[in-house]
């Protein structure tokens, strides 16, 4: 009789989480063609049309930057709550409330030319994403509840709380009754990068927070707390370093760049406060963050192709004809196969021959 | 089949990165032979069975099972094969009860093996409670989990790593009692340890490393603790000096009427505690584990604060500390030494750079909420240096260091801020003779430039080699203080089990 066993690996390479990367990104295009094979369209055409169409043209171009902004920027906030194992999977509702509370502004200064409204807005995003998962912080640090669920749960609430306001007190009163907020003047608006696409300033939001991210994973003394304390807790208690503190920092930090996040689509291609916000990138910032291996550089890599897959996703409803539904699969299937790929990073499953048995038995 | 040894290894080679841990490993263990792995911290010994235990590959080398040759590729084959290992380093869930641990390794239900447990504890003098949870527990009661896990697991090769480090003296008696009866009944034994009268005691061969190569296969009943010492490190190793007393003596750390009830009803609380800490004096802590002394530590280092429902007060210099944390009392001059090194004193997959500022950071390492690395991995090589630690570097992540070396550096961080007041627990455990004397000499030597130093070990040898003062620790009280001088192990071993009027008379006796 034969088996199968898992089992740690006893030693790791350097390279390897940039191998798992690697590979999850090759095991899904292999999915990804299963998946066209069954809608009857050459794989390579498939994979053609999401993966390398997009970039053809400067539209594609410009559209993907558009998509990773808030990928980038909700990712790198997450990641620092991710290393230190605080759970924060609530991005998606810290990103609604923060493009409320901009939103908030631009109501309130309406018709005004000041550059300094969308500063204003960005800082409002920020505590208003902040303000959201500040509540999950004080229940897990208070209470220890669990932030996983809280942050989830808050999302549903974030969720009500626009639909709330976008059909009442923040309708435009001029919109024939749409549930939706009134058009931003351009001084509550990021400014267009590129002409001819929608590409806009808040990209450098994302690359800023990228560049502070790096400086703070490797040098940052706080950083280096939170990572203690989600690696080792026992040490961390033996340092003296707070486990509260990390907890409300964590959720403070991703809360505030899922915010902002929300800033840049309402401020950005929408121009409103409406009902969908966001395509589910507060979602899809986790998948970006563990893509990302949780490296700063690595997220830059990894939210490119998450938004490339947004993207693509679009095109090859267009050119192939399969629905839009297979953005969300290829997600799906990236995180899967990133997390079946980390698991054999650090353990591996091996078929014991009935040789092997055979020869135990003999032993015996 | 007498002469076909148990297990046979041939030219068992393996290279880490930085060095060859095994070089060309020969061995032969024979059913009932009881066989001594002994070398300096990082010669190899660990690596050595973790190979026959197939949780490390060889590059070379062959492993023979009762004259097969066989291909041992992971700790599953090597437990069907009939081989136990007790590990250096724990591998219990934290969160599971002793009983739970053990049925992931021995079959039968939960209720089942909680008999077995208490009956071979009792049997075997190893102390478990089997509803208890890991987590609550201290480093001896986890050993003691782990020598019963391989214990009930009957295997034919019994491989122990240090199994007798965190336990009390009439533990190890009764230890090497229950080792001599399965060793009699056929079973193999395979033992490391620095303690070399142990092994004088209890093997029957001995195989000798050095730098991963076995330098010497002697019998362990002819040899000497002196003529191993020499075999293993080629030279001769001297006693600490203890020179008499010196400074004034004044109360550096006061704790009064210390009292902690922890939430775990199977976790020891500390009951009514006074302890004074005295310049230039080094005090011992004498007791089995799990007495309190755990909670002790932690409540005089921070980590722990007594609840409102505790009395008591620690005092540094006469400022009460109040709810400072470990680190606060740190820049105050209060180390700690804790007992487990890996995972507490020191993160595993951090470098010892990384580890080097988990205790010393607020030695200058920060500046505008930024590490200097530079000045970081400064300290590490220092720490390196001063205790010679065998290691790839300060680059050398904490786990890929030998326990022993690993424990030379905790130390050594936990010295390099010349600390007023330094709290150890088991500061030699685990490290090998002659840098145990080195680390005993570093203890001395910063008492003789006037700090306090708390020492809590379970080897009284130790505690009567090192120290001014010894207290004895049971059941969550403390004795009152005695001068080694006037007391002798035998009493000490009395207080241990309760009697503290043993050492009490005895201070009359002399005053
Ligand atoms: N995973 C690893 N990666 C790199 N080097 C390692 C690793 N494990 C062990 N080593 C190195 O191999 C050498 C032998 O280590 P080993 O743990 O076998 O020593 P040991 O004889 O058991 O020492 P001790 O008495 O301190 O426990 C050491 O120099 C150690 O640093
Ligand atoms: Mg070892």
Redesign the interface.
């Known amino acids: 009789m034969s088996r199968l066993v898992i089992e740690a690996r006893p030693e790791r390479s350097v390279w390897a989480p940039i191998q798992v990367s690697l590979l999850a990104v090759f095991l899904t295009c292999l999915g990804g063609s299963v998946l066209f094979m069954i809608y009857g369209v050459s794989p390579l055409k498939g994979l053609d049309a999401i993966f390398i169409d997009p970039l053809r043209t400067s539209y594609g171009i410009g559209e993907i930057l558009l998509k990773m902004a808030p990928l980038l920027l909700i990712a790198q906030g997450l990641a620092i709550g991710f290393r230190a194992q605080i759970w924060n999977i609530g991005a998606e509702g810290q990103l609604i409330v923060g493009a409320i509370a901009a939103t908030a502004l631009a109501i309130q200064f309406q018709g005004t030319t000041s550059p300094l409204l969308l500063p204003a807005m960005v800082l409002a995003g920020m505590i208003g994403g902040m303000c959201w998962a500040g509540i999950a912080a004080l229940l897990r640090a208070q209470f220890n509840a669990n932030e996983i669920l809280v942050t989830f749960m808050l999302t549903s609430v974030a969720l009500q709380l626009l639909y709330y306001l976008i059909g009442g007190p923040m309708r435009d009163p001029g919109g024939f009754n749409f549930p939706q907020s009134i058009r931003f003047d351009p001084a509550a608006k990021f400014p267009i990068l590129i002409e001819g696409t929608r590409v806009n300033a808040s990209i450098f939001i994302g690359l800023a927070a990228s560049a502070i991210a790096v400086v703070f994973v490797q040098r940052s003394f706080v950083s280096y707390k939170m990572s203690v304390g989600g690696i080792a807790p026992a040490a961390a208690t033996y340092a003296g370093f707070s486990s509260k503190k990390a907890i409300w920092l964590a959720l403070l930090i991703s809360g505030g760049a899922a915010g902002m996040a929300g800033v840049g689509e309402v401020s950005g291609p929408l121009g409103m406060l409406q009902r969908n916000i966001s395509p589910g990138y507060g979602y899809a910032g986790i998948i970006v963050a563990v893509l990302g291996g949780l490296h700063p550089i690595g997220i830059i890599f990894a939210s490119a192709l998450m938004a490339l897959v947004y993207v693509g996703g679009d095109f090859a409803l267009l050119s192939v004809g399969v629905p839009n539904a297979v953005t969300g699969i290829f997600q799906g299937m990236l995180l899967t196969f990133y997390l079946a790929c980390s698991f054999l990073l650090t353990s591996r499953i091996r078929w014991i021959k009935p040789d092997d048995l055979k020869q135990e038995a003999m032993a015996d | 089949m007498a002469d076909t040894p148990l297990l046979r290894l041939r030219g068992v080679t393996k290279a880490y990165p930085a060095v060859l841990a095994n070089d060309a490993v020969d061995l032969d263990v024979m059913p009932g032979e009881i066989h001594a792995v002994l070398g300096e911290n990082g010669a190899g010994k660990s690596t050595l069975v973790k190979i026959i235990y197939g ?3 060889p590059d070379a080398g062959t492993v023979e ?2 004259g ?1 040759q ?2 041992m ?5 090597a437990r ?3 081989i136990g290992m007790v590990f250096q380093h724990f591998s219990l869930f934290e969160t599971l009860t002793a009983a739970e641990n053990i049925s992931l390794a021995v079959p039968g239900s939960i209720a089942e093996l909680s008999e077995r447990i208490r009956a071979a504890s009792a049997q075997f003098g190893l102390d478990v409670e089997p509803d208890s949870r890991v987590q609550a527990m201290t480093v001896g009661e986890r050993q003691r989990i782990e020598i019963l896990r391989c214990i009930l697991q009957e295997p034919k090769l019994i491989i122990m790593d240090e199994p007798t480090s965190v336990l009390p003296p009439q533990g190890i008696a009764k230890l090497f009692e229950t080792l001599r009866r399965l060793a009699s009944e056929g079973i193999g034994i395979i033992f490391i340890s620095h303690k070399l009268d142990e092994i004088k005691a209890l093997c029957d061969t001995a195989t000798v490393m050095r730098g991963g190569r076995v330098v010497g296969v002697v019998d362990a009943k002819v040899e000497d603790a002196r003529s191993l010492t020499r075999l293993m490190i080629g030279r001769d190793i001297a006693a600490p000096s203890h020179a008499a007393q010196r400074g004034d003596g004044h109360a550096v750390l006061e704790a009064a009427g210390l009292n902690y009830t922890p939430l775990d009803p199977f976790a020891p609380a500390l009951k009514d505690i006074s302890l004074t800490l005295r310049s230039g004096q080094i005090t011992g802590i004498a007791g089995v584990s799990g007495n309190g002394q755990d909670a002790l530590t932690r409540a005089l ?3 722990i604060l007594q609840g409102p429902q505790d009395a008591g007060t620690i005092a540094l210099d006469g400022v009460a500390l109040g709810a400072d ?6 820049e105050k001059g209060l180390h ?1 030494v ?1 007992e ?1 090194r890996l ?8 470098t010892l750079s ?1 580890n080097a ?3 010393t ?1 607020h030695a200058g390492l ?1 500046n505008w ?3 200097k ?1 530079g000045k970081r991995r400064a300290l590490a090589q220092e720490t390196i240096d001063a205790m010679d630690v065998r290691c790839g570097g300060p680059d050398a992540t904490a786990q890929s260091l030998s326990g022993g070396n690993l424990q030379k550096f905790i130390v050594g961080r936990e010295l390099a801020l010349r600390p007023k007041v330094l709290i150890a627990s088991q500061p030699t455990w685990g490290v090998d003779v002659g840098a145990a004397a080195a680390i005993r000499q570093k203890l001395i030597d910063l008492r003789d430039e006037g700090a306090a130093i708390l020492i809590v070990s379970e080897e009284i040898e130790e505690i009567f080699e090192i120290c001014d003062t010894i207290q004895v620790m049971f059941r969550g009280r403390l004795s009152p203080p005695v001068q080694v001088q006037t007391t002798s192990i035998d009493d000490v071993g009395l207080a241990m089990a309760g009697d503290f009027d043993a050492l009490a008379l005895k201070e009359c006796a002399h005053v």
């Open positions: 949780s490390v590959r099972w009762r097969q066989v291909d590729q992971s700790p599953l084959k069907d094969l009939g280092a921070g980590e944390t470990p680190d606060q009392r740190r700690f804790p487990e995972g507490r004193g020191a993160v595993p997959i951090h990384e500022g988990l205790t950071h920060v909420g930024m590490v690395l």
